[in-house]
C-alpha cells in the first residue's frame, strides 16, 4: 500500500496546484484550490523575504504550500557570449542586457522566516533540502516535500528526511526540476515506476496531466497518490498568467524544452525566441533569467508573443478558463467514477 502522509491524507481531492513562479501562482489562485478540497501552492522562487510574508500571511487559516527554488552553483558557462549572440534581440525591445543582483534568489533569508512563520508545508526545488534544514522543518511542524525527477534524486531526498516526493515528468509546463540541470526525457510513468523502485516515500505526479481522467490511473494503479497540475490552471481567473499567454496557449504550435529564456531547461510555447536561440543557450541559472530579464518584461507590455517566456505543458490545448474550484469539483467527480 502507498504510503501518505497527513496533508495528503486531508485532501479531499488529490490535486496540488504547481507552484508557478514569476506571476501565474497567486494568493488568490491556491486559496480557491485548498478551499475546494486540493491543496494550493504559493511559488516562493524569484520574490524577496517580504513579498513572500505578504503572500503567506494573507493565506493563514487554511492549508497550503510554498516551493523554494535550491540556489544553483555557477556553472562556468560563458554568459557574456550568450549576451552578444542576442544582441539583436535586446535591440528590437530597445532593452539593455540585464544584470545579476544575486545569485541565490534570498533563499538563506527565505527559508529562515519559514522556520520562525511555520506554514504547513514546504517543497523544494532544482534539490533537495539538506538533513539539517529538513529536521529545522520538522521542528516547527512543517511538512517536507522534494520534486525529483529520477530514482537517484528520490534516494538523495528520502535520506535527507523529506516526506514525500513530487515526482515529474518531461511533458510539465515550466522548469524542469532536476538537481543538476539536466533534461531527462523518461516519460512520466517511466520516471513514476522508477522512483516507486528506489524509495518508500509517498509520489505526487506532475507533468501533462489536466483533468481527472488523466490523474485516474496513476492513483488507482498506486502509482502516484496524487497529482500536481500547473498549465491547467493557466488559464483560471485567478491566475496571474499574462493576457498574451492565455492566448497563445490555444495558438501556439506546440511546447518545447528551452533553456534560451532562463538558462535552465523549461518547457514553454514555442515561439520565434526559443526557435532561434535554444541550440546556444548555456546552462547558466539565474544568470540567464536576469540577462533576458527586461526583454521578456517588454514583450509582455507589448503583448508580443515572440520574445516572452510563456511556460506550459504538453497539455496547454486543453486548458480552460474556468474558476479552479469548478474545475476541482469537476476532477473530483471524474476521479470518482
Not at 121 to 133: D, I, N, R, Y
Given at each position: ?13 488529490p490535486?496540488?496546484?504547481a507552484?508557478?513562479?514569476g ?6 489562485l491556491a ?5 475546494a478540497?486540493?491543496l ?8 524577496d523575504?517580504?513579498?513572500?510574508a ?11 504550500g ?7 552553483d555557477p ?9 552578444r549572440?542576442l ?13 545579476l ?6 533563499y ?7 522556520v520562525e512563520?511555520?506554514?504547513p ?19 516547527v511542524?512543517t ?15 528520502q ?12 511533458e510539465s ?9 539536466s533534461?531527462?526525457?523518461?516519460p ?17 505526479a506532475?507533468?501533462?496531466l489536466?483533468d481527472?481522467?488523466d490523474?485516474?490511473?496513476?492513483v488507482?494503479?498506486?502509482?502516484a ?16 498568467t499574462?493576457a ?9 504550435s506546440g ?9 535552465r531547461p523549461?518547457r ?12 546556444v ?6 544568470d ?6 527586461p526583454m521578456r518584461?517588454?514583450?509582455?507590455a ?18 480552460r478558463a ?9 476532477w473530483a ?5
Amino acid at each position: 500500500m502507498i504510503r501518505s502522509t497527513v496533508i495528503l491524507d486531508g485532501l479531499r481531492v488529490p490535486v496540488i496546484s504547481a507552484p508557478m513562479a514569476g506571476g501565474p501562482s497567486t494568493v488568490e489562485l491556491a486559496s480557491a484550490v485548498s478551499n475546494a478540497g486540493g491543496l494550493g501552492m504559493l511559488g516562493g522562487a524569484l520574490l524577496d523575504v517580504d513579498k513572500l510574508a505578504a503572500q503567506v500571511d494573507s493565506m493563514r487559516g487554511i492549508v497550503f504550500g510554498v516551493n523554494l527554488f535550491i540556489p544553483d552553483d555557477p556553472t562556468g558557462a560563458d554568459v557574456a557570449a550568450y549576451a552578444r549572440h542576442l544582441e539583436s534581440w535586446f535591440a528590437r525591445y530597445d532593452v539593455e542586457p540585464g544584470e545579476l543582483p544575486r545569485r541565490d534568489d534570498y533563499y538563506a533569508d527565505k527559508f529562515s522566516w519559514l522556520v520562525e512563520h511555520p506554514v504547513p508545508l514546504v517543497t523544494s526545488t532544482f534539490g533537495t533540502f539538506s538533513a539539517a534544514e529538513v529536521a529545522a522543518l520538522h521542528e516547527v511542524g512543517t511538512e517536507v516535500w522534494c520534486t525529483v525527477t529520477s530514482g537517484s534524486e528520490a534516494q538523495e531526498a528520502q535520506a535527507n528526511g523529506v516526506d514525500a516526493l513530487v515526482v515529474q515528468g518531461p511533458e510539465s509546463g515550466g522548469h524542469r526540476g532536476s538537481f543538476d540541470g539536466s533534461a531527462p526525457n523518461v516519460p512520466l510513468t517511466g520516471v513514476l515506476e522508477a522512483v516507486r523502485a528506489a524509495s518508500i516515500l509517498p509520489r505526487i505526479a506532475a507533468g501533462g496531466l489536466m483533468d481527472g481522467h488523466d490523474i485516474a490511473p496513476l492513483v488507482s494503479s498506486g502509482l502516484a497518490h496524487a497529482a500536481q497540475l500547473g498549465t491547467a490552471f493557466l488559464d483560471t481567473p485567478e491566475a496571474g498568467t499574462r493576457a498574451v499567454h492565455r492566448e497563445q496557449l490555444r495558438k501556439a504550435s506546440g511546447t518545447a524544452v528551452t533553456r534560451a529564456f532562463s538558462g535552465r531547461p523549461a518547457r514553454g510555447l514555442v515561439n520565434e525566441f526559443i526557435s532561434e536561440n535554444s541550440d546556444v543557450a548555456p546552462l547558466a541559472y539565474p544568470d540567464v533569467h536576469y540577462l533576458t530579464g527586461p526583454m521578456r518584461a517588454k514583450a509582455a507590455a507589448a503583448g508580443d508573443p515572440s520574445g516572452l517566456s510563456m511556460w506550459a505543458g504538453t497539455g496547454h490545448l486543453r486548458a480552460r478558463a474556468v474558476p479552479a474550484a469548478e474545475l476541482l469539483a469537476e476532477w473530483a467527480q471524474q476521479l470518482r467514477r
